[in-house]
């Protein structure tokens, strides 16, 4: 069975995102695009809109957003399913979403690539599947597909997602993922996902004119995505690491927002107390980076520092490999108002929504 998506003059769409926040991408959808969320899954938001498409571009907790394009009912865990699949392809008409990505873009397609991911065990794997799928796709959009090792080589991508027995196809809006910032030119060792920084930045709300800080800015991914959610707000981002903060003062140049950068120990911040805000920070895991300095043998002050900076109606949202004792919080004046589990590079973590105990 074969379902297509319509709804009177609204589209369908689903972004994926990091596990997690698919609260933040569901909150967004419905803040910046006025959009109807349908149904908030793992990893995945479905939702429609009436509004221009080309500001589904602009959603900053999503990896990535698909046009949907339909279902394929009955497509379950047995390798029989790879056939279904491909029949249930055949029978849907890609050519709207095909013509309406190509103008979003104002360019005509060349080349294509399938990818698909599904949730729990089947008895194929998501190769055998994309094989099944890019047959049919092919034979109806009359394009090349790439080869795996070309894959970003791609300028149309069609996504297939397996849930239980059901099979979403989506095409791609964008061009590439929405989650490659074109801003950050830079790769560091630990630098946090930007979608998972956005999710932050949405989550803290900082007003106009307020003070954001990121005391273990890095390369600035905290400081650009708070920057980009509140462009009159005042963001500060400070590191041991002078190149660190050269590299975070690019990225904020080439997105436009403002950042200021001081070379401190996150221990002992050269700011004056009660004067921030909110406080977004991703300490090193101690993993690919390694906290350094008074941190670095007491990870614990870094709240006693926050307690200190932080104004007596702020917040800080600070993301952690585990959760942090409340007998911590509780000896820094602190107090954890909200937990939230995210799954980052491959492991959970816990972001802490602190404030004045």
Same mark, same amino acid.
């Not at 609260?23 to 221009?52: I, K, P, Y």
């Not at 149309?156 to 030119?185: F, K």
């Given at each position: 069975?074969?379902?297509?998506?319509?709804?009177?003059?609204?589209?369908?769409?689903?972004?994926?995102?990091?596990?997690?926040?698919?609260?933040?991408?569901?909150?967004?959808?419905?803040?910046?695009?006025?959009?109807?969320?349908?149904?908030?899954?793992?990893?995945?938001?479905?939702?429609?809109?009436?509004?221009?498409?080309?500001?589904?571009?602009?959603?900053?907790?999503?990896?990535?957003?698909?046009?949907?394009?339909?279902?394929?009912?009955?497509?379950?865990?047995?390798?029989?399913?790879?056939?279904? *699949?491909?029949?249930? *392809?055949?029978?849907?008409?890609?050519?709207? %979403?095909?013509?309406?990505?190509?103008?979003?873009?104002?360019? $005509?397609?060349? &080349?294509?690539?399938?990818?698909?991911?599904?949730? %729990?065990?089947?008895?194929?794997?998501?190769?055998?599947?994309?094989?099944?799928?890019?047959?049919?796709?092919?034979?109806?959009?009359?394009?090349?597909?790439?080869?795996?090792?070309? &894959?970003?080589?791609?300028?149309?991508?069609?996504?297939?997602?397996?849930?239980?027995?059901?099979?979403?196809?989506?095409?791609?809006?964008?061009?590439?993922?929405? +989650?490659?910032?074109?801003?950050?030119? +830079?790769?560091?060792?630990?630098?946090?996902?930007?979608?998972?920084?956005?999710?932050?930045?949405?989550?803290?709300?900082?007003?106009?004119?307020?003070?954001?800080?990121?005391?273990?800015?890095?390369?600035?991914?905290?400081?650009?995505?708070?920057?980009?959610?509140?462009?009159?707000? +005042?963001?500060?981002?400070?590191?041991?690491?002078?190149?660190?903060?050269?590299?975070?003062?690019?990225?904020?140049?080439?997105?436009?927002?403002?950042?200021?950068?001081?070379?401190?120990? %996150?221990?002992?911040?050269?700011?004056?107390?009660?004067? @921030?805000?909110?406080?977004?920070?991703?300490?090193?895991?101690?993993?690919?980076?390694?906290?350094?300095?008074?941190?670095?043998?007491?990870?614990?002050?870094?709240?006693?520092?926050?307690?200190?900076?932080?104004?007596?109606?702020?917040?800080?949202?600070?993301?952690? $490999?585990?959760?942090?004792?409340?007998?911590?919080?509780?000896?820094?004046?602190?107090?954890?108002?909200?937990?939230?589990?995210? &799954? @980052?590079?491959?492991?959970?973590?816990?972001?802490?929504?602190?404030?004045?105990?």
């Amino acid at each position: 069975m074969v379902t297509r998506m319509t709804s009177g003059g609204e589209t369908r769409l689903f972004g994926r995102c990091t596990r997690g926040i698919e609260g933040m991408l569901a909150a967004e959808v419905q803040e910046r695009l006025g959009g109807e969320v349908l149904e908030v899954g793992h990893r995945q938001v479905q939702f429609q809109t009436g509004s221009d498409l080309r500001r589904v571009l602009d959603l900053r907790c999503a990896d990535d957003v698909f046009l949907s394009c339909g279902v394929v009912e009955g497509v379950s865990r047995e390798r029989a399913s790879l056939n279904r *699949l491909a029949r249930g *392809l055949s029978s849907l008409d890609l050519q709207p %979403g095909l013509q309406t990505v190509a103008g979003i873009r104002e360019a $005509e397609p060349t &080349r294509f690539d399938v990818v698909c991911s599904f949730l %729990g065990q089947r008895n194929y794997n998501r190769f055998e599947a994309e094989g099944a799928a890019a047959g049919e796709i092919g034979k109806q959009v009359q394009l090349p597909r790439v080869s795996l090792e070309r &894959r970003r080589d791609a300028d149309i991508s069609w996504r297939i997602h397996v849930d239980g027995e059901q099979a979403l196809v989506g095409l791609r809006i964008a061009a590439q993922p929405l +989650h490659r910032r074109s801003w950050r030119i +830079h790769g560091q060792p630990g630098a946090l996902h930007p979608p998972v920084a956005a999710a932050m930045a949405l989550l803290a709300r900082p007003e106009s004119g307020a003070t954001v800080l990121d005391p273990l800015c890095g390369s600035g991914t905290l400081c650009v995505e708070a920057g980009l959610f509140e462009d009159t707000a +005042h963001v500060v981002g400070g590191d041991a690491s002078a190149e660190a903060l050269r590299i975070a003062g690019e990225h904020a140049r080439l997105a436009g927002t403002s950042f200021r950068g001081v070379v401190a120990d %996150g221990a002992r911040l050269p700011l004056a107390d009660d004067g @921030v805000d909110i406080v977004l920070c991703n300490p090193a895991w101690g993993r690919s980076v390694a906290l350094r300095g008074e941190l670095g043998r007491d990870p614990d002050l870094l709240w006693q520092e926050i307690a200190r900076v932080l104004r007596s109606d702020g917040k800080a949202l600070v993301l952690m $490999e585990t959760q942090v004792e409340a007998a911590v919080l509780d000896s820094a004046g602190l107090q954890s108002i909200n937990r939230l589990a995210i &799954r @980052v590079s491959g492991r959970w973590a816990t972001l802490n929504t602190v404030v004045a105990g």
